[in-house]
């Protein structure tokens, strides 16, 4: 998400009188890659280039073709094929041993259907996941589609623009089973007159956002990791008791008075953070009333059975559906002592959460490392 935004911001500062882009998007991995489907690069005509397609041994080359598809103002798709030892092909002695196919697209900068723009509108929505459809391949113009196209899913009158309704129904078909799986990636579709049109179909959840209710030094590290990694970060605090810096590196700092305004949804994950016993206690029956995902309590295992046990005395009860949202102690056990090595462990088990993995090292995966269990 974080590349993403930066995209964005690159594009917003774009001259169209001076600057031609493009955009490069991962619409297809077979076998091992360093990213993923979706990974995308804004590439300029002046050899700058905002993103990344791969750890850095693909964009050399994919700058190259880009430029020359701004050229001639023409999209085009390119593979790069790792699994085989040729020296000539960009990308072997990495040990990816994966073929990745690229999708290169000249931007009508401002034009309001290109690529960029649609991810733009999709970024102004946090509130819910995003389905994005991008032509891969066409023979010719297609409904006046055509390879770099990009159509947003929003229900099925969105796939008008398909125009036969046996293509719309069988790409809505595709889009429902590739959802409930949560991944992305390209399909092949018939059409009525005999050719086949291919559609990279992504899925694009909203940003993470983490909402940290404390004031204290421990807030501003995890604030700042959050920013780094692309997620949204609100703090729920007396203004007048926070450090200044965190005023910079917050989203928005919010008074325990206006907590109910806050936008929590299932992507979020809130934290209880105040170092009062007394503060997190009364706070935890207010968050348990959100949709957040996840709830983290900092402290020890005593402390926070402490508090679930005065409050079941006091005729709160805690649900087993909701005991499995809170998470206390808070956070992977890293051995971390250090706030900043604190902040590392609570984003990592909100990562593993939210990805719904186990956390455990990589190493002991039997499956691909970007695949779910």
Known sequence: MKELKAIINAYDHLNPAKTKAAIATVVRVEGSSYRRTGARMLVMDDGVWVGGISGGCLEGDALKRARLAMAKSQ???????????????????????GVIDVLLSPL????????VEILKSCMAERRQTHILLTIIGLEDEYNDLRAGSMVR??????????????????????????????????????????????????????EVHLVLMGHQYDVLPLARLVKEIGWRATVVANPQKIMQK????????????????????????????????????????????????????????????KIFDELAQEGIKISETDMERIHAPVGLDIGAISPEEIALSIVSEIRAVFSDRSGAALRLRTTPIHERD
């Open 246 to 305: 965190l005023s910079s590196v917050a989203d928005a700092i919010v008074t325990p008075a206006e907590f109910d305004s806050i936008l929590i949804d299932e992507h979020t994950a809130i934290i209880l953070m105040s170092h009062d016993f007394k503060t997190d206690k009364y706070n935890l029956p207010k968050v348990l009333k959100t949709a957040a995902a996840y709830i983290g309590m900092l402290g020890p295992r005593v402390r926070s059975e």
């Open 108 to 115: 009508e900068i401002g034009n309001p259907n290109n690529p």
């Open 153 to 206: 899913y929003t229900g099925p009158e969105s796939l008008n623009v398909f125009g036969d309704r046996d293509l719309q129904q069988n790409i809505e078909k595709t889009i429902h089973n590739f959802a409930q799986k949560g991944r992305s990636r390209p399909a092949t579709f018939g059409l009525a007159d005999g050719r086949e049109i291919e559609i990279f179909i992504e899925i694009l959840p909203p």
């Open 75 to 97: 999209p085009s798709l390119v593979t790069y094929d790792t699994t085989e030892d040729d020296q000539h092909q960009i990308g072997v002695g990495l040990g990816c041993n």
